[in-house]
């Protein structure tokens, strides 16, 4: 039974002309499939239909080809229709509503497929470093822009929709860039006062309303705050007053702040609900229902949020993609069953490196067509096996997790009293704290599992691994980080080692903080080397961080994180050497070498922090395989103990061992292929 307190959060809600079955509503997201991906997109949406979401939204869709984001869906034409068709029947084989965001990107995309001239309220250059200019648009442009977004719309009602969405959010949008002054310079009347820089948003509104209102409902996506003052939209100044002027006259409003980065901030920097304070005061101005996001995991915190009136529908793009089934736990008073976000932005990175999305926390991420995983359901076991797994990290527990689903006899042995491994250290670094979800949600599962048993405290060596009996053997035992400064830049030891005091995130993690002044040198590029800055400089060590990469944290780009690590890192007074590496090393400090000339100088450092490759332990799998012990069928290593990577991996590994029992690379591809490009011809 689940706490009448909730009860609230399963109220129909209606919008404009159609009505969803409860406050569930999944905003817009990109998800790296697209239209190169259209199938496992479709069954992606699908699934959180079933799970209980009452709006599903698409990722961005272009309507144009001077709108030409390479990899997202489009509505350019009929030709678009029928791939997005597929994904509002699975949609509404759950009995859910399906959205579509329309979108013009004006300045921000150069249009390399398509070789359009980017269009812009004023003649700018594309942002970023692409030699491409937006051109100014004229009369006629804006009346051909009204054409397209109502074609689109009509193209979108016959494809199925529900809500054909104007998009007015992230700097990313036509609407958004006329309203803005910065970017908006001209002097007709789409430019210059606020009545003026709206106008081209409000006939958008009208316009899709009059092609497609009477079946379908018309919500505004809006930015209202651009976290930069007042320069910018902000909810204190004219993202109000834009709220204020157009207040009835779309069927829902969906709010968040700008850009990219501010809307999908991380745990790091942001916790639950870090949105309100900026989105709140938007039901105050209109009658018409509000959907805000903020990574909400919290049943409590979403029915307060609705009874106090601060939003009508709960929106999310993490918390759906970590849980597509959250809802139905809910409803079900099961909320202990969610799978939380953790807020990584591991599903942002798979987007912005053009590969099918993946989420650290939900294996079966954009796996459901593909492989066919459920996240809910497994099969049933269908061998007699008994399974040992050694070691108790994300691997390691998602596949004791999985295989205890699965009905087998699992042992689970793990050589220390902590248990979640790397998840667990790494859980306490700043602003990592939500990390641990990814252990403690697997050992609230396992809880409940009688055949899987949890051994602390034991050490496995092949002798013991043999005494268990077990016929299938796993081993996750995880990875340790190189002490020798070998990884990306230096493919064998650091010249110099043994002449410094030379220390690993191992070291730092188990509590050691060394001597200052430190040199840590990160040719890891993801979170490590700047969260240990973080924790040498507030123990109060003068820090300097070398990196061979032009930025700090350079894949942090792509979970959204990496301007504000440097920014942390500068406030905090790191000195920053990047395009530079470590030559060697000797009694006195470091020499460093410009990654591009070679040309070097001497750092005077008392020691130095080596956060480089990583590297796992054969000793237990070599001796298991020379035993070559009749009792074991199949022995398998999981995770960072078969290759070190993301937690995100690792959790795969597990889950992917706990579905096949093999992690051996099969002859052929073992996922069904989409080949758009291949159809075609
Ligand atoms: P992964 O990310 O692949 O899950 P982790 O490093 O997070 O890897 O976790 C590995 C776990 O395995 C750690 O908790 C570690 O204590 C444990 N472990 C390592 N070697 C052994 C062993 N021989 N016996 C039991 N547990 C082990
Ligand atoms: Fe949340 Fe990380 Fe999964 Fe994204 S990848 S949904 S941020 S847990």
Known sequence: ?????????????????????????????????????????????????????????????????????????????????????????????????????????????????SREIPLAPSARPVPGFLPFTARA?????????????????????????????????????LPMHFLSRRHNQRTDEYGGSLENRVRLLRELI?????????????????????LLGPSGICAEGEGRDVIAMLADLPDLWDVNVSAWENDSQTARFAAEGYQEQHVGFVKSLTTKPVVGVGRYTSPDHMAALVRSGKLDFIGAARPSIADPFLPNKIAEGRAEDIRECIGCNICVSGDKVGAPMRCTQNPTMSEEWRRGWHPEKIAARDTDDTVLIVGAGPAGLEAARALGQRGYQVMLAEASRDLGGRVSRESRLPGLATWARVRDWRLGQIAKMPNVSIYRESRMDADAIHTTGASLVALATGATWRADGAGRWHDTAIPGLGTLPAYTPDDIMAGTIPEGPVVLFDDDHYYMGGLLAEVLRKAGRAVTLITPDSLVSAFTQYTLEQARIQKRLLEMDVTILTSTTLARLDANGTTVACAF???????????????????????LYNALVAADAPSIRRLVRIGDCNAPGTIAAAVYAGHRFARRLDTAHADVADFKRENVELAAL
């Not at 579509?100 to 995309?109: K, T």
């Not at 809500?163 to 007015?168: F, R």
């Not at 956060?611 to 000793?619: A, I, K, L, P, S």
């Open 206 to 226: 009208e316009d899709t309303r009059d092609a497609v209102g009477g079946t379908c409902a018309v919500p505004v996506r809006i930015a209202v705050d651009e």
């Open 1 to 113: 039974m689940r706490p009448a307190a909730h009860d609230i959060l399963f109220e129909p809600v209606r919008i404009g002309p159609v009505t969803a079955r409860n406050r569930f509503y999944q905003v817009p997201h990109c998800n790296g499939m697209g239209r190169h991906w259209p199938t496992p997109m479709a069954a992606m949406r699908g699934m959180k239909a079933e799970g209980g979401w009452a709006v599903i939204c698409t990722e961005q869709c272009d309507i144009h080809p001077t709108s030409n984001v390479t990899k997202e869906i489009r509505l350019w034409d009929e030709q678009d229709i029928p791939y997005l068709a597929r994904m509002t029947d699975m949609i509404h084989a759950h009995g859910s509503l399906a959205g579509v965001e329309l979108v013009h990107s004006g300045h921000r995309v150069a249009n390399l497929e």
């Open 137 to 173: 648009m004229d009369k006629q442009d804006i009346r051909d822009y009204r054409r397209w977004h109502r074609n689109a719309a009509l193209h979108a009602r016959t494809a199925g929709f529900d809500l054909v969405y104007v998009y007015a959010g992230h700097d990313l949008s």
């Open 597 to 619: 000339t070679g040309r070097e100088r001497h750092l005077s450092a008392a020691s130095v922090v080596l956060v480089t490759g990583q590297t796992t332990d054969d000793t």
